[in-house]
């Protein structure tokens, strides 16, 4: 078929081009006659190039060819010649483009949905925050058992469900070349039920068949059906088909299908009439991001509802201040209000947010229904403890108010007023535990938004509570309300909004699971179902908090007692507590978020025993968190005082000072704060919850030790103000110990260098932002003064400067990490 081509006679050997035998009588037409190969026969019936490339022209054979005893033919016998450099005609017997080069069918779960053009993804590379877009080459191509964790994280939505899929008709077969329909299976078409070994029902975690799988319309590359074979390949030329499939251009030969064999039409075929085939169905458009697009959609869904729960949170608290002030009224109210959350974390709390997460995951993976099952029997155990709990926390109100603060316990009207709340208040702990399962259900299902996002309902409640109890009794300014003049009305008020809050915030999750098709069913067979093991995970998680609650309790008694004696307000408990929730938004918006999205995929991993996988990404998580969180801690020192003054001015500007100075204090404790929740999730993808434990006693032990030190060296109105700065330096040495832990664990190998290296070019260049944006805050409350105006004028223009000169220090030091946010960010304002 591929015959030599003879350039002197401008015809193939033994093929088509010049007759062959005696020339023919003059006047006559010399026979047509069938090429060997209907593919080449517009490539050897005629030279177009000899007659103007005087390259190809031999004088001399010329000169020697007997003319006489092989006369050309006549002229006007043959086709007139084609222009240089045009498409031959088309051949009558060339097959329909339509049907021998069909538009293939859409992959619907093929890696090509993930690329933005379809494009190979291990030659495809993304402009991200480092390997976190530069990684999806890396991922499977075939979908497994924890594909329906991400589904809708993927830029373009959800993926559809397996049996959305199995609504849609297949696409019928075209037309055979003779006029009938093709063979099953033949063009990517779907078999006949069972065909392959393939089963007839849908997958039982909703899964997609793998690409070729069971008669997938999308075959494997180099399968029949599937991508173009190289040159040569089969025996063929490269095939005349427009690109991602569509038909020749025309003129053109149309070509087989790709990966197709070329076969030549019978003159039966040629007279059957050619029928027009069904159009094939539109291609879905391609899902843009892949695996880390969906990682930084989710992260940016929680950060946004993080975001607005913890502004509503500071709306909260600066009513609560408004409302009660900083003095003992206002270090009661905390005391009551901060109680029931430390008695469920020191419970169930700490196991439910981390140890379960993995077991939600495994069991999903494992189990025939996808870990709903496990899942009712985790909601029931827990609400069935967690109404024990809260029995036996009511009646235990005043023991539970004397651990925790002795100085409110030993004013008898601070006492009452502190189990009066205390009582109302510790009926959310069975709602919060509540909310946090059915959140983590949803989490493990790859649905983040909804917890993040209920808290604001609470808030909002709480807020309207607050805004009715200012309305009718002032501000504590105006009122002058005491622990000995607050009404049993206001009381009654504001401890049923507080629980009112609590239980319209996890209620609201509800429709959210139903969304997910789970369906909530009390289970009480908790025997022999692997919660055994969760429970085991968890008790360590249960010391891990009990430790770190310990210190908790230890600082909220110094705090108060320093408070309690401090010549001014401000300067005790609810001025700490306010403070600390300031400097926690950062970590609750930033890395709280990418780590919860990010902890599935990082069990994954190591339930794989995939060590290096997990070192990346606990890399990426501590490199693209400290991005943010690191100018944030420096801006934490700068703008402290204009922050508090303008959130908290309403309670009197030296309390709020106060506060401000406690806020700078805790300002570059953020950093190893925030590492070191990044590195404890690697250890509870493994499992390994012991270690977290230990680390954290420590932590504990320092905050404990350090804090007593400045409550006996410091005196009593700074005294709080070195025991936040000792709440950092307590994670300083936990963040140390968990690294040297954490890098053993995966031999060794920590991606240690690059991490500090980013580290210490984003402090370079934060602290002369730092330096600038304070100078700026200082002379703004110079000449403006601390009230609202000159507050809010001071943090604006110290924001803006702080912002700006890190943005240049860091382009100008080209920190790889800002340049890949830069260029993400501008590559998605520009779509």
Same mark, same amino acid.
């Given at each position: 078929?591929?015959?030599p081509?003879?350039?002197d006679?401008?015809?193939?050997?033994?093929?088509?081009?010049?007759?062959?035998g005696?020339?023919?009588?003059?006047?006559?037409?010399?026979?047509?006659?069938?090429?060997a190969?209907?593919?080449?026969?517009d490539?050897?019936?005629?030279?177009?190039?000899?007659?103007?490339?005087?390259?190809?022209?031999?004088?001399?054979?010329?000169?020697?060819?007997?003319?006489?005893?092989?006369?050309?033919?006549?002229?006007?016998?043959?086709?007139?010649q084609?222009p240089?450099y045009?498409?031959?005609?088309?051949?009558?017997y060339?097959?329909?483009?339509?049907?021998?080069?069909?538009?293939?069918?859409?992959?619907p779960e093929g890696?090509?949905q993930?690329l933005p053009?379809?494009d190979d993804?291990?030659?495809?590379?993304?402009?991200?925050?480092?390997?976190?877009?530069?990684?999806s080459g890396?991922q499977?191509?075939e979908?497994d058992?924890?594909?329906?964790?991400?589904?809708?994280?993927?830029?373009?939505?959800?993926?559809?469900?397996?049996?959305?899929q199995a609504?849609?008709?297949? $696409? +019928? @077969?075209?037309p &055979?070349p #003779?006029?009938g /329909? *093709?063979n099953?299976?033949?063009?990517?078409?779907?078999? !006949? =039920?069972?065909?392959?070994?393939?089963?007839?029902?849908?997958?039982?975690?909703?899964?997609?068949?793998?690409h070729g799988q069971y008669?997938? $319309? +999308? @075959?494997?590359? &180099?399968q #029949?059906g599937? /991508? *173009?074979?190289?040159?040569?390949?089969?025996?063929?030329? !490269? =095939?005349?088909?427009g690109?991602?499939?569509?038909?020749?251009?025309p003129?053109?030969?149309?070509?087989?299908?790709p990966?197709?064999?070329?076969v +030549? @039409?019978?003159p039966e075929?040629?007279?059957?009439?050619?029928?027009?085939?069904?159009p094939?169905?539109?291609? !879905?458009?391609?899902k843009?991001?892949g695996?880390?697009?969906?990682?930084?959609?989710?992260?940016?869904?929680?950060a946004?509802g993080t975001?607005?729960?913890?502004?509503?949170?500071?709306i909260r608290s600066?009513?609560i201040?408004?409302?009660?002030?900083?003095?003992l009224l206002?270090?009661?109210?905390?005391v009551?209000?901060q109680?029931?959350?430390?008695?469920?974390?020191l419970t169930?709390?700490?196991?439910?947010?981390?140890?379960?997460?993995?077991?939600?995951?495994?069991?999903?993976?494992?189990?025939e229904?996808?870990?709903?099952a496990?899942?009712?029997?985790l909601l029931?155990?827990?609400?069935?403890a967690?109404?024990?709990?809260?029995?036996?926390?009511?009646?235990?109100?005043p023991?539970?108010?004397?651990l925790?603060?002795?100085?409110v316990?030993s004013?008898?009207a601070?006492?009452e007023?502190?189990i009066?709340?205390?009582?109302?208040?510790?009926?959310?702990?069975?709602?919060?535990g509540?909310?946090?399962?059915?959140?983590?259900?949803?989490n493990?299902?790859?649905?983040?938004?909804?917890?993040?996002?209920?808290?604001?309902?609470?808030?909002?409640?709480?807020?309207v509570?607050l805004g009715?109890?200012?309305w009718?009794?002032?501000?504590a300014?105006?009122?002058?309300?005491?622990?000995?003049?607050?009404?049993?009305?206001?009381e009654?008020?504001?401890?049923?909004?507080?629980?009112?809050?609590?239980?319209?915030?996890?209620l609201?999750?509800?429709?959210?699971?139903?969304?997910?098709?789970f369906?909530?069913r009390?289970?009480?067979?908790?025997?022999?179902?692997?919660?055994?093991?969760?429970?085991?995970l968890a008790?360590?998680?249960?010391?891990?908090?009990?430790?770190n609650?310990?210190?908790?309790?230890?600082?909220?008694?110094l705090s108060t007692?320093?408070?309690?004696?401090?010549?001014?307000?401000?300067?005790?408990?609810?001025?700490?507590?306010?403070?600390q929730?300031?400097?926690?938004?950062?970590?609750?918006?930033i890395?709280?978020?990418?780590?919860?999205?990010?902890?599935?995929?990082?069990?994954?991993?190591?339930?794989?025993?995939?060590?290096g996988?997990?070192?990346?990404d606990i890399s990426?998580g501590?490199?693209?968190?400290?991005?943010?969180?690191?100018?944030?801690?420096?801006?934490?020192?700068?703008?402290?005082?204009p922050?508090?003054?303008?959130?908290?001015?309403?309670?009197g500007?030296?309390?709020?000072?106060?506060?401000?100075?406690?806020?700078m204090?805790?300002?570059?404790?953020?950093?190893?704060?925030?590492?070191?929740y990044?590195?404890?999730?690697?250890?509870?993808?493994y499992?390994?919850t012991?270690t977290?434990?230990?680390?954290?006693?420590?932590?504990?032990v320092?905050?404990?030790?350090?804090?007593?030190?400045?409550y006996l060296?410091l005196?009593?109105?700074?005294a709080v103000?070195?025991?936040?700065?000792?709440?950092g330096?307590?994670y300083?040495?936990g963040?140390?110990?968990?690294?040297?832990?954490?890098?053993?664990r995966l031999?060794g190998?920590?991606?240690?260098?690059?991490?500090l290296r980013t580290?210490?070019?984003?402090?370079?260049?934060?602290?002369?932002?730092?330096l600038?944006?304070?100078?700026?805050?200082?002379?703004?409350?110079?000449?403006?003064g601390?009230?609202v105006?000159?507050?809010?004028a001071?943090?604006?223009?110290?924001?803006?400067?702080?912002?700006?000169?890190?943005?240049?220090?860091?382009?100008?030091?080209?920190?790889e990490?800002?340049n890949?946010?830069?260029g993400?960010?501008?590559?998605r304002l520009?779509r």
């Amino acid at each position: 078929m591929n015959a030599p081509y003879d350039g002197d006679r401008g015809q193939a050997v033994d093929g088509s081009g010049h007759p062959q035998g005696p020339p023919p009588d003059p006047g006559q037409t010399p026979p047509p006659q069938q090429p060997a190969d209907m593919y080449l026969q517009d490539a050897y019936d005629q030279d177009p190039y000899r007659a103007q490339d005087l390259s190809a022209q031999d004088p001399v054979s010329e000169a020697l060819y007997d003319r006489a005893a092989h006369p050309p033919p006549p002229p006007g016998t043959y086709p007139p010649q084609q222009p240089l450099y045009s498409q031959p005609s088309q051949s009558p017997y060339a097959p329909d483009p339509r049907v021998w080069a069909p538009t293939p069918a859409p992959e619907p779960e093929g890696p090509t949905q993930y690329l933005p053009y379809g494009d190979d993804p291990r030659t495809t590379q993304f402009v991200g925050v480092d390997d976190l877009v530069g990684q999806s080459g890396d991922q499977r191509h075939e979908p497994d058992a924890f594909a329906h964790l991400f589904r809708d994280q993927q830029q373009g939505g959800g993926h559809p469900s397996y049996d959305d899929q199995a609504a849609v008709p297949a $696409p +019928a @077969p075209p037309p &055979g070349p #003779y006029g009938g /329909a *093709a063979n099953p299976g033949q063009y990517g078409t779907t078999p !006949a =039920p069972g065909q392959y070994g393939g089963h007839q029902g849908p997958d039982p975690y909703g899964n997609a068949p793998a690409h070729g799988q069971y008669g997938d $319309p +999308a @075959p494997a590359h &180099g399968q #029949y059906g599937g /991508a *173009a074979p190289s040159h040569g390949q089969y025996g063929g030329h !490269a =095939p005349a088909q427009g690109q991602y499939g569509n038909a020749p251009a025309p003129g053109q030969h149309a070509a087989p299908a790709p990966g197709q064999y070329a076969v +030549a @039409p019978t003159p039966e075929a040629a007279e059957a009439p050619l029928q027009e085939p069904e159009p094939a169905p539109a291609a !879905a458009a391609p899902k843009k991001g892949g695996r880390a697009g969906g990682l930084l959609k989710s992260s940016a869904v929680m950060a946004a509802g993080t975001m607005v729960s913890r502004l509503t949170g500071f709306i909260r608290s600066a009513l609560i201040v408004s409302a009660l002030g900083v003095g003992l009224l206002g270090d009661t109210f905390q005391v009551a209000y901060q109680l029931p959350t430390m008695i469920y974390i020191l419970t169930v709390g700490g196991g439910l947010n981390s140890v379960f997460v993995p077991q939600l995951v495994r069991a999903m993976k494992d189990d025939e229904d996808g870990g709903e099952a496990f899942a009712n029997r985790l909601l029931t155990l827990v609400m069935v403890a967690l109404g024990a709990l809260t029995v036996i926390t009511v009646f235990a109100a005043p023991l539970l108010i004397r651990l925790l603060s002795n100085p409110v316990a030993s004013d008898p009207a601070a006492n009452e007023v502190g189990i009066t709340f205390v009582r109302y208040f510790l009926p959310s702990i069975f709602f919060m535990g509540l909310h946090v399962v059915m959140g983590q259900v949803l989490n493990a299902r790859g649905r983040f938004g909804a917890m993040m996002w209920t808290p604001v309902l609470n808030n909002i409640v709480i807020i309207v509570t607050l805004g009715l109890f200012i309305w009718v009794y002032g501000t504590a300014e105006t009122s002058g309300m005491k622990v000995t003049s607050i009404p049993p009305e206001g009381e009654r008020l504001l401890g049923i909004g507080v629980l009112l809050g609590l239980i319209v915030q996890s209620l609201a999750m509800i429709p959210y699971l139903r969304e997910t098709g789970f369906r909530l069913r009390l289970r009480f067979d908790w025997r022999g179902h692997g919660l055994g093991k969760a429970i085991t995970l968890a008790k360590w998680t249960v010391l891990f908090v009990l430790a770190n609650q310990a210190g908790a309790m230890i600082v909220i008694q110094l705090s108060t007692a320093a408070g309690k004696a401090s010549p001014v307000d401000g300067t005790g408990f609810a001025a700490y507590a306010n403070a600390q929730l300031i400097w926690g938004l950062p970590q609750a918006i930033i890395t709280v978020s990418l780590m919860a999205a990010l902890l599935p995929r990082i069990s994954r991993s190591a339930s794989e025993e995939d060590g290096g996988a997990v070192r990346d990404d606990i890399s990426q998580g501590l490199r693209t968190t400290a991005v943010a969180i690191v100018p944030v801690s420096f801006g934490l020192v700068a703008l402290g005082i204009p922050m508090c003054t303008l959130m908290f001015g309403s309670s009197g500007t030296s309390e709020a000072t106060n506060m401000g100075y406690m806020l700078m204090a805790f300002g570059l404790g953020l950093i190893p704060y925030s590492v070191q929740y990044v590195v404890l999730r690697a250890f509870y993808a493994y499992e390994d919850t012991r270690t977290p434990f230990y680390n954290t006693v420590i932590v504990a032990v320092v905050n404990a030790a350090a804090s007593g030190l400045c409550y006996l060296l410091l005196p009593s109105r700074w005294a709080v103000v070195g025991m936040a700065a000792s709440y950092g330096l307590a994670y300083v040495i936990g963040v140390g110990i968990a690294w040297r832990r954490l890098r053993k664990r995966l031999g060794g190998d920590l991606d240690g260098a690059r991490v500090l290296r980013t580290y210490a070019r984003l402090c370079i260049a934060s602290v002369p932002a730092a330096l600038l944006s304070g100078a700026a805050c200082y002379a703004i409350s110079r000449a403006l003064g601390q009230g609202v105006v000159g507050s809010f004028a001071a943090l604006l223009a110290g924001g803006v400067l702080l912002f700006g000169v890190f943005f240049v220090a860091a382009r100008r030091m080209r920190i790889e990490e800002v340049n890949s946010l830069v260029g993400m960010v501008r590559g998605r304002l520009g779509r």
